[in-house]
């Protein structure tokens, strides 16, 4: 097994066990090692610190499997890993009854670049990493093993797997994809779930729980939902009693399936939903130039900064949006905001909105910091940036 070599004082985030490695930490590289190949690493000082994923073709140079010197990487330990990160979640209080489930969230599961979504008895697979490549079919009959699933479709076609030297992939790996639409039940409301060309995989489950908030403070207000994509925010509103929803977003596709989505909710009040396929940023200064206020308003924006290279030019973005949204709110209304870039931390985030709050005019507050959900545990060993960031704002 090859062995890499720190640069020195380059070990202490891998002591606050911190699971990436990047390359300018690298002193050398002892021995050949292949992508994804397992590499031992060592301080300047020949200390093992642990065991990692070698990835000569991104500037994460090595991503941490383990930090225990004496645990070994083989077939065995994918299998625990993904038995344990299963195990977690059907015991969470917060996702009894859920048919739609985070199994796998990467460096927080201890599997880095690995994320898995079970959908009913479908389980969609994502790898973003020359590690989990490497260790793919270990993952795969692991993920079998623990769920019981009848179907595990990949969806690795993210382009974060070029960073790695990977190639796109996608398609049936175990088992047989269900005939027709793919649905879930989430707090009440049925969604479609399209897991061979939705994004990401499918469906996004980590605003689950942000969507329940919106429906609990829905009732009777004129909500507005921006970048709606399949409409979750929208048909929550709805079940908590919204008196009307305008839903925007610039794919008819999306919207189509939006619609579709509202129609297999038949206790939803149809007549209560409007939907606008347009830009975003236009549809709301048309708005605001025909005079329209909303009692609240979700901006759930794609992704404005995927690294921090990125951040001056999203901040921009982020800050003219809710400029816009805070512009579009009743007295008492409340805007809920949300950043899913890596480039653009929860500090700078709400750096961002509070100042668009002052350009906008109002006054207001924070009255609910909105982040990941119970599947998408944080803990140390996450790198910073990899979770959804959002706030709650209301004006006075």
């Keep these: ?176 994809l269900p005939a027709g639409p793919l649905t879930i039940r989430e707090n009440g409301v049925t969604m479609e779930v399209d897991v061979v060309s939705g994004h990401k995989t499918g469906f996004y489950l980590d605003q689950r729980d942000n969507r329940l908030l919106t429906g609990q403070l829905a009732a009777g207000r004129a909500v507005l939902n921006c970048f709606c994509y399949t409409a979750g925010f929208s048909l929550q509103a709805l079940a908590g009693g919204a008196a009307s929803t305008l839903s925007i977003d610039s794919s008819g596709p999306a919207l189509e399936s939006a619609k579709r989505n509202l129609a297999l909710n038949p206790q939803l009040d149809a007549a209560r939903a409007e939907w606008w396929e347009a830009d975003v940023f236009e549809a709301l200064r ?12 979700v901006l759930d924006p794609p992704k404005f900064a995927p690294s921090a290279a ?12 809710n400029i816009l949204g805070f512009r579009l709110l009743n007295p008492g209304g409340i805007l809920m905001t949300y950043s899913c870039s890596g480039g653009i931390g929860q500090e700078l985030f709400q750096q961002i909105v ?23 545990p944080i803990g140390l060993a996450v790198p910073e940036g990899e979770y959804l960031k959002g706030l709650a704002c209301q004006i006075d």
């Design 354 to 376: 509070a100042g668009a709050a002052v350009d906008a005019g109002v006054d207001g507050r924070i009255i609910h910091r909105l982040s990941a959900g119970a599947d998408h």
């Design 286 to 297: 048309k708005l605001r130039a025909d005079g329209r206020k909303f009692d609240l308003i």
């Design 1 to 176: 097994m090859a062995e890499l070599i720190l640069a020195p004082g380059k070990e202490r985030s891998v002591m606050r066990r911190h699971p990436w490695i990047f390359a300018g930490s690298v002193a050398k590289l002892a021995g050949r090692s292949k992508p994804g190949d397992t590499v031992e690493v060592f301080n300047d000082r020949g200390q093992l610190m642990g065991r990692a994923a070698f990835s000569p073709n991104s500037q994460i140079r090595a991503r941490m499997w383990t930090f225990d010197a004496d645990e070994s990487i083989d077939h065995g330990f994918f299998k625990r890993r993904v038995a344990a990160s299963v195990a977690r979640r059907a015991v969470h209080p917060q996702l009894a009854g859920q048919d739609g489930v985070r199994l796998i969230h990467g460096e927080s599961d201890g599997l880095p670049g690995v994320i898995a979504d079970r959908f009913g008895k479908v389980v969609v697979l994502q790898i973003t990493s020359a590690g989990g490549e490497k260790w793919r079919e270990a993952i795969i009959a692991g993920l079998v093993q623990a769920t019981g699933c009848e179907c595990v479709y990949e969806r690795s076609d993210s382009d974060v797997r070029k960073l790695e030297g990977l190639e796109p992939r996608s398609g049936v790996v175990y088992g047989e």
């Design 310 to 321: 990125h951040a001056q030019r999203a901040a921009r973005a982020y800050k003219d949006i």
